[in-house]
Structures are given as C-alpha cells and as structure tokens.
C-alpha cells in the first residue's frame, strides 16, 4: 500500500484538549515541522485573555489571517507541518482550510469534565481555566463536509498521537489521493539511485548527503547500509544489490541479541518464538529485520521510515516502529521509537547492528576503546551466565589498544558516559590519527562487540567491529534483566549515533 499523508495536518480543540502536547509529539513522530497558533496571538490578545476575557471574532480575523499566511509558506515551500488551532468555530476553521486541500483536520474531543481537570493542573499558561466555559459554548464541532479525523483524549498523550497515526494510515490506504504528500515528493527523488536498486535485494533506497557525508538507508528492516566522510568508509556494509548478512546495519526489534530456547514468560502467559538461531536453539535478533519499512518523510539530509509489528505466535503485541536517521555537523544521528499500539502491556528491547571500519584489511590492528565497567560472560550458546568486572581481563578497553587477535561478542555494561549523557565506543586507525565514535544516548544501557570471526562468509571475518547499541541485555524476555515493559501508549526511544574525526 502506498501512502499519501497530508502535507500539513492542523490539529483543533478547546483548552485543556491537548493540543500543543500533541501536536508537538506528533511532529516529533513525522518529522515535521511544528507551529503552535498561540504564537501568532499578539500581545494586545494574550492580555485580554490572561485577564480572564474572551477575544471578540474581529480580535481574531488578523490572527486566523497569520496563521493562514504561515501556512501557505510552509505549502510552498514544500515543508511538512503540523500546526495547531483552538478554531472553535466553523468561521475560524473554513479560512485555514479553504482553498488548502493539502491541509487535514485532526480533532481532539474530550468531556467537559476531563478538560476542567486538564486545565486546573495546568501552570505558566496566559489562558484561565475560567475562560473553558466560554469555549464550550462557542465550539461548534467539525461537521462531516470539512472530513475530521476524531481522536479522544481520555488516553496518555502518546497513545492519542498513535491513534491519530493510524487513522491518518488508514485514511491514506483508502485510495483517496492527498496533494503534496511525503511519499509523492519521495518517489520522485529517491528510486532509483542506480540501475539496479528497482530490483535489489533490499527493496528501495534512501540516500543523505550532508557536506562531505552521506548515508544509504534501505527499505528492508530499515537497515543502514553504508556511511561515508570525505570519501572512506566508516561502516562494512553491503553494496547494492547485495542481500544483507552478519545483521550489517540491521534494526533489531522487539529484541536485541537472543532469546533462548525462543520460550520466555510474561504475565500469566507462557509464550514461544520461531528459532531463527537454529544450531543454538535461540531466537535472534527480533522480528523485523526482513519486513520491508515504508517512508514516513525525508529531506536531502534525513530520513524517516516505519513499520507496523503485528501480533503473531510467540510476540502478541502490537508496536508502531519507526526509526530516524540525520546527517548533521557531527555526523550521523540515529534514533529508534516504539510506541504500544495495543490494549495491554508489552515486553521490548531494542538494538542496532552496525559494522564499523577504519580501512584496515583486518581488525586486528585497529585500536578500540569501551568505556564500560562490566561484561557478560556467556555460555556456548550466547545467553548470559554471570556479569563481571573488566579490570584484570583481556576486555578491558578502557584505554584504548590493539584489538589483536582476541575474539570478542562481548556484552558490555556499566558504560562510563560524559556530562552530555553518552558514552562513546572508538575505533581508530593503528596511527591514531583518525578513526570513528560511537555514541551511546539515551535508551542505550548495553553494548555489544562483536569481531566476526563466526560470521558464514569466512571471507568477510574480522574486516569490521560490530558495535551494538542495546537497550537491554540478551535473553533478557527471559531474564527480565532491564527488559521495557511498555504501557498502552508508552514510547521508548534508543539514540546512538557516529562521528568521524581526524587529527591534524
């Protein structure tokens, strides 16, 4: 199915409805640009609210008129937004939509008594809580001609901005065109980039370009494929036209790393996983590595795809998946959202496998640092049997030296992280000249490291470090080990990200 979202969505509702919450979340789920119509009051108007008095509608026309005015920018520009608008009545709404049919309407319907509540807990906002009656009385709801997309909000914010996700899907796979969608401006920019993506392997791709960098995402399992600055490799990746092998680049969701025996317990339910790890009796990896992603919104230096992961045997829940990526002045920037989309709580973990390199024939010689306190010893199949210190080990990289011949798919944990939050894996060149970070943000609490030597193609064995940011550890649907046990509308977030550098 291919979807044709709106270029601009304008969210409307009284006070207390949410609007500026969920606006921004949503923008923030896009990727789009967000303006709330607060902004556009002028201080005349914030004024006479703030002393607890309504604005007359010729108070509002040169507002409306500014906010209209904003949104044809943003239509001519081709930028993507979300903008909100109390836009009680059908006489502020048919200005902003008229004439616009790239704008949708989102509506956000909530009882007088949830609003009340909303309002009276609510602090450093010009608009009183006594002011709600006067809303109420003027609110005339979207009537079915101007085609709202109704949304309650007696839900947490998150799970209101996936209800609205899916009824913008659904609208989209109606086969009603929309004018100016991200999917259209997409297919004109991004298949193919070579002859030979229409029928690769990995389905469509996506290519960044920032400055002296640039990224290809690939449209199964959303998966990384290569990174480069100024021209060199950072990651050993796969061409094009390759299929994917060794997890190179691979999102793994709803679980990194294994899960033994695929049998783990949650709530009263005993539940079983396909063993993707055959020879070792473990599910590997989670379950969306070979679905084929579908774009969410792009420009020439960002990327946004997602997925839908369905219950089915062995993983009953339903997630709303996407995942970023952005080539800024620092390099790459990842981040990995999961949203509950069902009715009951979900277990999930996350992680993403990228090879790094530094143009050595074999990793050996590369230099590596962990800033991590503790590893995990495991048994012959992978799973965890123990956590120990570093100090004393031969896999303490704390300091940074030769990898040598050592064998590592290590987990490693207790990550030293500076004043901004991250902790950083290196992997520099023997001379110590230049190399490629690895940082660790927020939802990252484990690290895997991985050397290549049991990888099928013997041929590709220890030309890269995989470096695994992970939010839990393995097997931990099993263990329960820092295992997210997401809520009906909870989102969790996974942040990492590479930065090439290079000395004088």
């Not at 949830?114 to 809303?135: E, Y």
């Not at 590595?289 to 792009?298: P, Q």
């Not at 263990?479 to 996974?494: F, I, K, N, Q």
């Amino acid at each position: 199915m291919t979807e044709q979202l709106p270029r601009l969505v304008l969210v409307v509702g009284v006070a207390g409805s949410g609007k500026s919450t969920v606006g921004r979340l949503l923008a923030d789920r896009l990727g789009w640009a967000y303006r709330d119509a607060d902004e556009f009051h002028s201080e005349a108007n914030r004024a006479k609210m703030a002393a607890g008095h309504a604005l007359t509608d010729s108070e509002r026309e040169p507002w409306l008129e500014a906010i209209g005015e904003w949104m044809d920018g943003a239509i001519a520009a081709r930028r993507n937004a979300v903008v909100t608008c109390s836009a009680l009545k059908r006489a502020y709404r048919d200005p902003l939509l008229a004439g616009r049919p790239e704008v949708l309407l989102v509506y956000l319907h909530g009882s007088p008594d949830v609003l009340r509540s909303r309002l009276v807990t609510r602090h450093g906002h010009f608009f009183p809580a006594d002011l709600l009656g006067t809303q109420l009385a003027d609110l005339q709801e979207p009537e079915p001609d101007e085609h709202p997309l109704v949304v309650e909000i007696d839900q947490p914010p998150e799970a209101v901005v996936t209800a609205v996700l899916s009824l913008m899907r659904r609208e989209a796979g109606s086969g009603r065109p929309q004018a100016g969608s991200v999917t259209e401006r997409a297919v004109q920019t991004v298949v193919p980039d070579d002859p030979s993506a229409s029928s690769s392997p990995t389905g469509a791709l996506w290519r960044l370009e920032h400055e002296e960098q640039s990224a290809v995402v690939v449209q199964l399992g959303g998966a990384l494929r290569d990174y480069v600055m100024n021209g060199r490799p950072l990651l050993d990746g796969f061409s094009a036209g390759s299929a994917v092998t060794g997890g190179r680049g691979q999102l793994l969701v709803p679980w990194p790393n294994r899960v033994g025996g695929g049998r783990y317990r949650f709530g009263d339910r005993d539940l079983r996983l396909a063993l993707t790890e055959p020879e070792k009796g473990n599910a590997i990896h989670g379950l969306l590595r070979w679905s084929l992603w579908r774009l969410l919104a792009r420009t020439d230096d960002a990327v946004r795809v997602g997925t839908t992961l369905c219950p089915q045997p062995g993983y009953p829940f339903l997630l709303d998946v996407c995942a970023e990526y952005r080539l800024g002045p620092d390099g790459l920037e990842t981040a990995v959202f999961a949203t509950n989309a069902g009715t009951g709580p979900a277990p999930y973990g996350v992680g993403q496998h990228p090879y790094l390199t530094v143009g050595t024939d074999l990793v050996d010689t590369a230099l590596l640092t962990v800033p991590a306190r503790y590893l995990l010893r495991t048994d012959d199949r992978g799973l965890p049997i123990g956590k120990e210190s570093v100090d004393g080990t031969a896999y303490d990289f704390r300091a940074a030296r030769p990898i040598g011949d050592l064998r590592l798919d290590t987990a490693f944990t207790g990550l030293d992280r500076g004043p901004d939050g991250r902790a950083v894996v290196r992997l520099a060149h023997p001379s110590g000249l230049r190399g490629v970070d690895l940082w660790l943000g927020e939802g990252t609490r484990y690290v895997q490291v991985y050397t290549g030597d049991t990888l099928a193609e013997p041929e590709r064995r220890r030309r890269g470090v995989a470096v695994e940011a992970m939010s839990c550890p393995p097997d931990a649907f099993r263990s329960g080990t820092d295992l997210t046990v997401l809520e009906p509308g909870d989102t969790h977030v996974l942040r990492w990200g590479l930065s090439p550098w290079e000395r004088p």
